[in-house]
């Protein structure tokens, strides 16, 4: 059974820092790209940033110097860290991983930017 498994989302103040985690199980085809999306409440779902298997990294120009996407191959991982947060980046993150045949989700994490 495949599973993304996502954790790290919590309440911060403003200006605060978050390392968002998700691990994939149960893959047994390759990874290509992995990353992040968010979704606000009342929005649609936005991609924040995307990692390659050669780890070329891409964000959103919301993110950009203030967000870093890292992932380990070896162990189907990728992380977001995520600083200098804002309000507006409150909202729920889902991970995802890419292979040459489906999407895959994870549940979802809920970060929220409030003092």
């Known amino acids: 059974q495949v599973q993304l498994v996502e954790s790290g989302g919590a309440l911060v103040q403003p200006g605060g820092s978050l390392r968002l985690s998700c691990a994939a199980y149960?893959?047994?085809?390759?990874?290509?790209?992995m990353g992040w999306y968010r979704q606000a409440p009342g929005k649609q779902r936005v991609l924040v940033a995307a990692?390659?298997?050669?780890?070329?990294?891409t964000y959103a120009d919301s993110v950009k110097g203030r967000f870093t996407i890292s992932r380990d191959n070896a162990k189907n991982t990728v992380n977001l860290r995520v600083n200098s947060l804002k309000p507006e980046d409150t909202a729920v993150y889902y991970c995802?991983?890419?292979?040459?045949?489906?999407?895959?989700w994870g549940q979802g994490t809920q970060v929220t930017v409030s003092s």
């Open positions: 995802y991983a890419d292979t040459d045949y489906y999407r895959y």
């Open positions: 149960g893959i047994t085809f390759s990874i290509n790209a």
């Open positions: 990692i390659t298997s050669g780890s070329s990294a």
